[in-house]
């Protein structure tokens, strides 16, 4: 069979793809090169002696692991040169981040999570790199916050790196999701999971029960109708490892459902861990498009307007039969 490179295959499919154009083939160019780069790093990371703690602490409050500090650096230094992007927002950046005037501008945002999963670096777990892009509305050279705070339904493509036992892009333009499997002897990412479509019901529920105390009593429920194998109700295996590419990318091929429910510790602030931006918006496009289901318990993960570049949500997200069943119990 012959085989098939990402670029070939965005190429192919230009007809059905408005953005097949030079611009965006020149940014997932670009984005691929990054991968692979940390992706050499994150292979070599016990040998490089890259791994640790660094001592800072990131916008988010957490301890930055030097391979995130790395995957960020790389990643805006090469996209910051593409000449098609007019902003850039990192997990790992407070702000949104500008594109310096001696470089052109274009009409993308990207918006990534450079290195997901960063707690699991130490124990060789699998991490991923997730990247969402939107179009910038209006013509300015300036583009404000405010305009990057799109709806995840405007989103024009999504997808992540997976670094596992190989490394892999899965990613979507709106017109299906397709993976792709880095050959690392000719370097080139290619075609292995043309038109991934989630299955309807899985046998799968992932979540860190570890938190059960602070749930609320519907999460609980939820959760406990995962469990519940009374008058031949379905049984469901549980799996969590931690890390979102890994566990989302798991749900994606053999469905069930994925959860991280909001913290109710502080009843006056429920919130959930994971980001609107970086982390449910990208995975959420993705899930729909392969036929499953993103919510936050409540509505749609891609109907919520982001307020602010950090915002964290609850995230049910997988096949639709399991996620329909969370919504159902929210609802009751
Ligand atoms: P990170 O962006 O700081 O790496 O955190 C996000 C990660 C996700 O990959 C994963 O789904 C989640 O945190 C795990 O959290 P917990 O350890 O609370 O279960
Ligand atoms: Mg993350």
């Known amino acids: 069979?012959?085989?098939?490179?990402?670029?070939?295959?965005?190429?192919?499919?230009?007809?059905?793809?408005?953005?097949?154009?030079?611009?965006?083939?020149?940014?997932?160019?670009?984005?691929?090169?990054?991968?692979?780069?940390?992706?050499?790093?994150?292979?070599?990371?016990?040998?490089?002696?890259?791994?640790?703690?660094?001592?800072?602490?990131?916008?988010?409050?957490?301890?930055?692991?030097?391979?995130?500090?790395?995957?960020?650096?790389?990643?805006?230094?090469?996209l910051q040169r593409s000449g098609v992007l007019c902003a850039m927002?990192?997990?790992?950046?407070?702000?949104?981040?500008?594109?310096?005037?001696?470089?052109?501008?274009?009409?993308?945002?990207?918006?990534?999570?450079?290195?997901?999963?960063?707690?699991?670096?130490?124990?060789?777990?699998?991490?991923?790199?997730?990247?969402?892009?939107?179009?910038?509305?209006?013509?300015?050279?300036?583009p404000t916050l405010g305009e990057l705070l799109q709806k995840g339904s405007q989103q024009v493509a999504a997808g992540y790196f997976l670094y596992g036992s190989s490394?892999?892009?899965?990613?979507?333009?709106?017109?299906?999701?397709?993976?792709?499997?880095?050959?690392?002897?000719?370097?080139?990412?290619?075609?292995?999971?043309?038109?991934?479509?989630?299955?309807?019901k899985g046998k799968i529920y992932s979540v860190n029960e570890g938190y059960f105390p602070f749930w609320?009593?519907?999460?609980?429920?939820?959760?406990?109708?995962?469990?519940?194998?009374?008058?031949?109700?379905?049984?469901?295996s549980l799996r969590y490892i931690g890390s979102l590419v890994a566990d989302f990318h798991r749900t994606l091929l053999y469905g069930g459902i994925f959860m991280y429910p909001k913290d109710c510790r502080d009843p006056k602030k429920p919130r959930g861990k994971l980001r609107l931006l970086y982390e449910a918006n990208p995975m959420a496009f993705l899930v729909e498009q392969a036929g499953g289901m993103a919510v936050d318990g409540e509505q749609r993960i891609l109907d919520i307007l982001p307020e602010e570049l950090h915002q964290r949500v609850p995230l049910f997200i997988g096949s639709a039969t399991e996620v329909k069943k969370v919504l159902d119990i929210y609802k009751s």
Do not use: C
């Open 216 to 236: 609320d009593d519907k999460t609980k429920q939820v959760i406990a109708s995962f469990k519940d194998v009374s008058a031949g109700k379905s049984t469901y």
């Open 167 to 200: 490394t892999m892009l899965v990613y979507s333009t709106g017109q299906g999701v397709h993976g792709f499997t880095l050959d690392p002897s000719v370097g080139e990412f290619l075609l292995s999971h043309p038109n991934i479509m989630i299955p309807k």
């Open 1 to 78: 069979m012959r085989q098939i490179t990402v670029i070939e295959h965005l190429l192919l499919h230009q007809k059905e793809n408005p953005l097949a154009t030079g611009n965006f083939t020149r940014l997932l160019t670009e984005l691929i090169l990054a991968a692979k780069i940390i992706s050499r790093a994150v292979n070599k990371a016990g040998l490089m002696d890259v791994l640790g703690e660094t001592g800072e602490i990131n916008v988010q409050g957490e301890q930055v692991q030097k391979l995130d500090e790395f995957a960020n650096r790389v990643i805006i230094h090469r």
């Open 89 to 142: 927002a990192s997990e790992e950046n407070a702000d949104i981040i500008e594109i310096p005037e001696k470089y052109s501008k274009g009409k993308y945002f990207l918006v990534f999570d450079p290195l997901d999963g960063s707690s699991n670096i130490d124990a060789n777990v699998s991490i991923g790199t997730i990247f969402s892009i939107y179009k910038q509305e209006k013509d300015t050279d300036y």
